[in-house]
C-alpha cells in the first residue's frame, strides 16, 4: 500500500509505515489517521513480522492533530495500535524532530523506540485547554513524577532527557532514526511471532494499565464496528421489507 498520506514497504518481513506529509510537518488529519488506521490492519493481516513506524524527512515525526483538519471520522484513537486496531506485532518508532500530542500517544503505543539527535518531545495540551485523555496512560509507562511533569508542564523533553527517563530506547544521529530502529527490527523479524504475539498481549491486555480514555475508546470500538457491521445493515433492511434478516455475523 503507497497511500498519499502514509506508506507502507515491505522487506524481508518487515514493513516500515510512513507518515507522508512532511510539508505539514506530518500532522495527523483526517484523511492520515484513515490511512494510518488501514496500514495497522494491514501489517496485522501480513506476514511482516515487525514494524517500523516513522515520519517523512526529519523536521518532525508529527506536529501532532492537524487543527484545520483533524481527526473526526475515524476519531484519532481508531488509529492507535492496541486501541483502535489489534496489533500483536512489534512496532518500533523512528522519531526525528518534533513529536506533539497525539503523535507522542502514537509513540508510546509502540514497544521500542529510537530518537534522533534533534528530536523533542511535549504534550502541550493542558497549556491550550483541551484534551483527548489517550495520554494518561504515559503514567504506567514512565516513573509517576516524570509522567506527570511531562503531561502538565508541557515542557519540551529533548532526545537525551526522553532516553535518561525511559521515552525512547536508544538515540542515533539526525537522519539515521530508521537505521537504528531496523537495527531492532532485523532481530524481531528472525523471532518467534507466536511468542512476541503472547508477550505483547500479556502486557496490552494483564500487566500495562489502561486510562480511562483508553478504556471508553476499547468500548466505543466495539460499539462502532456493530454499528458500521453488514449484519446492522441487513437487519434494517430486513425490518423494511418485513423478513426474517439473514445475518453474516461479519463486522465492520
Known sequence: MSGELVTYTSENRIAVITLNRPDKLNALSNG?????REAMKRLQASDDRVAIVTGAGDRAFSVGADLTDPPRDPDLWECMPGVGV???????AAVAGHCVGGAFCLVQFCDIAVAAENANFFYPEAQLGFCGGLVAGVAARLPHKIAMEFMLTGKRFDAQRAYEVGMVNKVVPVGQQVEGAMEYAKILADSSPMVMGMLKRFVRDDVMARGPSEKAALARRQLLSLARSEDQAEGGRAFKEKRKPMFTGKPG
Request: glycine residues 0%; aromatic residues 0%.
Open 32 to 36: 492520515l489517521v484513515i490511512e494510518l
Open 86 to 92: 489489534d496489533v500483536d506485532k512489534p512496532l518500533i
